[in-house]
């Protein structure tokens, strides 16, 4: 019977990939600004130092990273490359796809919405150049103009920037982490595309706590009932999480404006 061997575990070869996937991991638990260069180190079992040689700086990391989320895409089943179903639905897929990768990644999502992209006229979230020359080249074949093109492209990403910054800056909130700036105690190193802080310790315990609708909108007790009657009327309708249902309504309702333009 063999005996086990003495010899210490193989540490894994440095790769640009490597790097990038250990910093994507740990802003998904921790939180953006704990993405420093010794704490992904530390993660590594390297010396700080060592990234250096695959990585020039920690923007070139981040941007690294937001490159694997949207990458997500390419990966994602339900996503089409071309529009066998018609333009409105490869859209629909697009923008479904899109959401995914916040979702899968709210604590990470700021990085895709405030780094800067390749080239000034490149809209976040589909900050991709293959899938923006994959959706324009769709729409074009689609019988869309130059003009309808454009069009769409910008109408598409506005409605999905906006959106998913609301719907992922909640989801961050349900699950705050020190390092993206949700507690009161901010991050010794912060990282560019980190939240702001916004609640302290006893808010964020408050919220866990509240069990009533009139409690999760207001878990201070801040908002007095004689001033702001019709806040307190609508509480139960204004705390439901309705993200699914306002994203697909939305998502039509954008859609629709673009079958307008094209008619």
Known sequence: MPTPSSDPPRRRRLSKDLIARTTLDLIDEQGVGAASMRGIASRLGVEAMSLYKHVR?????????????????????????????????????????????ALAHPHAFPLVTTRPAEAPWI????????????????????????????FAYRSFNSFLLGYLLMESGARTL???????????????????????????????????EAESA??????QGDIDVTEFPTI??????????????????????MLDGIGVRIA
């Open 214 to 219: 009139v409690e999760q909108l207001d878990p």
């Open 123 to 150: 809209n976040p979230p589909l900050r991709s150049l293959a899938w923006i020359e994959s959706m324009l080249r769709t729409l074009q074949d689609e019988g869309f103009d130059d003009e309808e093109v454009l």
């Open 174 to 208: 349900q699950d705050p982490q020190d390092g993206d700036g949700s507690h009161s105690g901010s991050p010794a190193d912060p990282v560019p595309g980190g939240l702001s802080p916004t609640r302290t310790d006893e808010e964020q315990e408050n919220i866990s």
């Open 232 to 253: 307190h009327r609508l509480a139960e309708r204004l705390a439901e999480d309705r993200f699914d249902d306002e994203f697909e309504r939305a998502l039509a309702q």
């Open 57 to 101: 700086t920690r923007d070139e990391l981040l941007d690294l990273v937001v490159d694997l989320i949207v990458a997500e895409l390419d990966e994602d089943p339900e996503v089409r490359r071309d529009a066998t179903d018609g333009w409105r639905d490869y859209l629909v897929r697009l923008a479904r796809g899109v959401r995914r990768y």
